[in-house]
């Protein structure tokens, strides 16, 4: 289904929470909602959501004006939406297999068809073990996983996520980024997904909006935002998100590993230590040795005071020339690690 909301307006108390947004949400895709606390976001997926009504603009679906429908034309459309949030929202008076039963209870689905669906919606989201099991006994990521199960139950054609890996840690927020993937593509689902954190855009989104005080302040293909940011809000996202190795972007899918080819040095994380951050020590060896460096990311932490720097890069030239650099590296107090591949 492809979604246009035309001039968006939601105010609260005169504080303008959605200020005339207008965005074009292709079908069969994933589109990334990206701001602040407090940015609007929420506000914007309800409203797109059919879950409130705009106080001005207006919505469609397929092309059909939404945001004006009586209320059981409303309760018709809301059928085509499934949601997922950061608290889950599961009911935990019932086991797994009763919340993924749920949607279709109220739907009056025959009980023989929902008993078939949940048990072919948990195998899709690999809790088939898990059916009888409490919410309350599941672990974070098994929640997201029913909720998901959940939101397919009436065939959906679009799926909303409110900070729906927010809760989790970075390993889960990945398995649940892929299961969406999977869904996503397995029933050409159109996925909004509202988030602040950049890593879901980048190993999600295929387009994204950012959002800053209830205006859209930038939007594009993820890979055209990333890489040309145009606002101070994006770059600042972009400028929190830790680099990856290819190794990272390889486990998640992200990179063929056929496609990663190697400079014959190798890829190195350089750690230096406080004293260190502060001198050019990789200038002085590209003076006095025959390498050069590829730099593919930097930082400094700041621990109790002390500044520690990183550097991931490759280090090209001869296997003699590299060694004799890294000894001299390390003579240096400079850890050099070989990336793991
Ligand atoms: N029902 C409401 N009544 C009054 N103010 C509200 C209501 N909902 C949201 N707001 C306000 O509107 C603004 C936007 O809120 P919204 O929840 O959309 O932000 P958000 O981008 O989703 O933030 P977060 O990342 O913290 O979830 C905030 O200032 C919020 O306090
Ligand atoms: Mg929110």
Same mark, same amino acid.
């Given at each position: 289904? +492809?979604i246009i909301?035309k001039?968006l ?7 303008h929470?959605?200020n005339d ?9 994933i ?5 602040k606390?407090?940015?609007?976001k929420?506000?914007?997926? +309800?409203?797109?959501s059919?879950l ?12 059909k004006?939404?945001d004006?429908?009586k209320?059981k ?10 949601m997922?949030?950061? /608290? ?23 009980m023989e068809?929902?008993? @078939? +669906? ?9 809790? !088939? ?14 929640k ?8 397919l139950?009436?065939?959906p054609?679009v ?7 927010s ?7 990945r ?5 969406i993937?999977? #869904?996503q593509?397995?029933f050409?689902?159109?996925?909004i997904?509202? !988030?602040?954190q950049?890593e ?6 295929d387009?994204?909006a950012?959002? $800053?005080n209830?205006?859209?302040v930038?939007q594009?293909e993820?890979e055209? #935002? ?7 809000? /994006?770059?600042d996202?972009?400028? $929190?998100l830790? /680099?990856?190795t290819?190794k990272?972007?390889?486990e ?12 014959k ?9 406080e004293n260190?951050t502060?001198?050019p020590?990789?200038? +002085?060896?590209?003076?006095?040795q ?6 593919f990311?930097?930082?400094v932490?700041y ?15 001869s296997?003699?020339d590299?060694? @004799?650099v890294?000894?001299e ?13």
């Amino acid at each position: 289904m +492809r979604i246009i909301a035309k001039n968006l307006v939601q105010n609260y108390e005169g504080l303008h929470a959605v200020n005339d947004i207008s965005l074009e949400i292709p079908e069969g895709k994933i589109f990334g909602i990206i701001g602040k606390s407090g940015a609007g976001k929420s506000t914007l997926l +309800r409203m797109i959501s059919l879950l409130e009504r705009p106080e001005s603009g207006e919505i469609y679906f397929d092309g059909k004006r939404v945001d004006n429908l009586k209320k059981k034309d409303l309760i018709q459309e809301r059928r085509k939406i499934g949601m997922i949030f950061q /608290t889950f929202n599961l009911l935990t008076s019932r086991n797994a297999e009763r919340n993924v039963a749920y949607p279709m209870e109220i739907c009056h689905t025959p009980m023989e068809e929902i008993k @078939k +669906r949940c048990s072919e919606l948990l195998e899709l989201v690999g809790l !088939t073990s898990k059916a009888k099991v409490g919410i309350s006994k599941m672990s974070g990521g098994q929640k997201q996983r029913v909720a998901i199960a959940r939101a397919l139950a009436t065939n959906p054609s679009v799926l909303f996520c409110d900070e729906a890996t927010s809760a989790l840690d970075p390993g889960t927020t990945r398995q649940v980024l892929s299961l969406i993937k999977e #869904v996503q593509k397995k029933f050409n689902l159109t996925v909004i997904m509202v !988030t602040h954190q950049m890593e879901v855009v980048r190993d999600a989104c295929d387009e994204v909006a950012v959002i $800053n005080n209830g205006k859209i302040v930038e939007q594009g293909e993820v890979e055209k #935002v990333f890489s040309n940011p145009q606002s101070d809000v /994006t770059r600042d996202f972009l400028s $929190n998100l830790k /680099t990856e190795t290819a190794k990272d972007a390889i486990e998640k899918g992200m990179l063929d590993d056929k496609m990663v080819t190697f400079s014959k040095g190798g890829k190195y994380i350089l750690r230096f230590p406080e004293n260190k951050t502060g001198e050019p020590v990789l200038s +002085r060896i590209t003076k006095s040795q025959n390498v050069g460096f590829n730099i593919f990311g930097a930082g400094v932490q700041y621990v109790k005071g002390k500044e520690l720097g990183t550097l991931q890069m490759d280090i090209i030239g001869s296997e003699d020339d590299v060694e @004799k650099v890294i000894k001299e590296l390390e003579s240096e107090g400079i850890v050099v690690e070989e990336a793991k591949i």
